[in-house]
Structure formats: structure tokens, C-alpha cells
T-cell receptor
Framework: QKEVEQDPGPLSVPEGAIVSLNCTYS??????FMWYRQYSRKGPELLMY??SSGNKEDGRFTAQVDKSSKYISLFIRDSQPSDSATYLC???????????WGAGTKLIIKP | DADVTQTPRNRITKTGKRIMLECSQT?????MYWYRQDPGLGLRLIYY???????NKGEISDGYSVSRQAQAKFSLSLESAIPNQTALYFC????????????FGPGTRLLVL
């Protein structure tokens, strides 16, 4: 079993919909939880990160961490075609430790 | 200009050949990383370096070697390329203590025939 599981998709939704992307993990010691976005033929870029449990909001994006269930989510409100990309979750034990990555979910927003 | 650059962007080589992928950064970060990305497997860490004299193996270092020539330069070598090493390779940098924020280059697409 992989340490971090992520549905590869593709997930296709109409423009304006609320999108929910998820990852599950097995190591309860993870403390840092990240979401990276990767456009086609580009390197990943950090979208959001959360330390420990709770929610974090940034514009149309909300990251949620549920450590009791070992489950993290990224919500995108009012989705736009420009949100079409692959979203990768990543986790680490602390800020100076290597990141453990999910396989990424490909998201397609249809105009 | 891009903060993290990789050369070449695309490379086709034959089994058994030695090749080098290069990474340069202008962000002034001490930490540099090499990953490979395969469909369905996500990013896997090959090697990482916390400074010029500190180089560490990652999850999948077999068949690869690295050289940290300077703070700004980190090269990845495939000693004897095999088809299984066909993948997308990324270089990344980060700054202590914000290791969770990594800055990626544009990637190198490698095809080993």
C-alpha cells in the first residue's frame, strides 16, 4: 500500500461547479500537508499548505485536513477552465523532511 | 528569466548510454532535489542536497548519480540508461526552514530506446 493515495481521475466538471479533490494517507505522523498544481508540460507549483489539522482558505481554494481520518481535501469554488490541471497532494513529517507525494488527480473544467 | 532552469528539455538516448541532466537556480536556495514523474506513480525523489557538501539518496537512487557543482547547480546522471528510466525528470529547490515549499523547474522529458 502506498503511503499517500490519490484518485488519478480524470475528474471532469462544468464551469462554476464546486470541486472536491482528496487524498488519504497511512502515516499518522505527517504534520505538513500540501497541495501543488501542475499544468500540462510545466513543473508543479505550491497552491496551499496546512500545518496539522484544520482548514485554510485562500480565495476560491480551501484546504482541509482531518488527521483522525487521515484524509485531506482541496475544495475549489466557482471553478474556471483555467483551473484545469493536475493537482498533487504532498505530505511531510516536518518542514525539513522530504515530501511524500500522491500520484495526482487530473481535473478538467468544461466551459 | 525562470528561477529554476533545466537542460535539456527533451532528450532521446539509447540503452547503455551515459547522459547528464542539468539544473540551475537563481533563487539562492541551499536545498535542491531531483524527482522523476511517471504516470500513475506521481513524483518520486531520486536525490536531494541540503548544501554543496551534503548529498543524500532518495527513494529511487539506483542507476542514478548526482553532482552539486555549486550552490546554484545540481546535475543528475544516468550512468547506463535503460528503457525503464524513460520518464519526466524535475529539479526543485527549497529554502530552510520552509521545506514544504518547493520550486520546480520545467522538467526534462527523457526517452530511452
Amino acid at each position: 500500500q502506498k503511503e499517500v493515495e490519490q484518485d488519478p481521475g480524470p475528474l471532469s466538471v462544468p464551469e462554476g461547479a464546486i470541486v472536491s479533490l482528496n487524498c488519504t494517507y497511512s502515516n499518522s505522523a505527517f504534520q505538513y500537508f500540501m497541495w501543488y498544481r501542475q499544468y500540462s508540460r510545466k513543473g508543479p507549483e505550491l497552491l496551499m499548505y496546512t500545518y496539522s489539522s484544520g482548514n485554510k482558505e485562500d480565495g476560491r481554494f480551501t484546504a482541509q485536513v482531518d488527521k483522525s481520518s487521515k484524509y485531506i481535501s482541496l475544495f475549489i469554488r466557482d471553478s474556471q477552465p483555467s483551473d484545469s490541471a493536475t493537482y498533487l497532494c504532498a505530505m511531510s513529517l516536518d518542514s525539513n523532511y522530504q515530501l511524500i507525494w500522491g500520484a495526482g488527480t487530473k481535473l478538467i473544467i468544461k466551459p | 528569466d525562470a528561477d529554476v532552469t533545466q537542460t535539456p528539455r527533451n532528450r532521446i538516448t539509447k540503452t547503455g548510454k551515459r547522459i547528464m541532466l542539468e539544473c540551475s537556480q537563481t533563487k539562492g536556495h541551499d536545498r535542491m532535489y531531483w524527482y522523476r514523474q511517471d504516470p500513475g506513480l506521481g513524483l518520486r525523489l531520486i536525490y536531494y542536497s541540503f548544501d554543496v557538501k551534503d548529498i543524500n539518496k532518495g527513494e529511487i537512487s539506483d542507476g542514478y548519480s548526482v553532482s552539486r557543482q555549486a550552490q546554484a547547480k545540481f546535475s543528475l546522471s544516468l550512468e547506463s540508461a535503460i528503457p525503464n528510466q524513460t520518464a519526466l525528470y524535475f529539479c526543485a529547490t527549497s529554502e530552510e526552514p520552509e521545506g514544504e515549499t518547493q520550486y520546480f523547474g520545467p522538467g526534462t522529458r527523457l526517452l530511452v530506446l
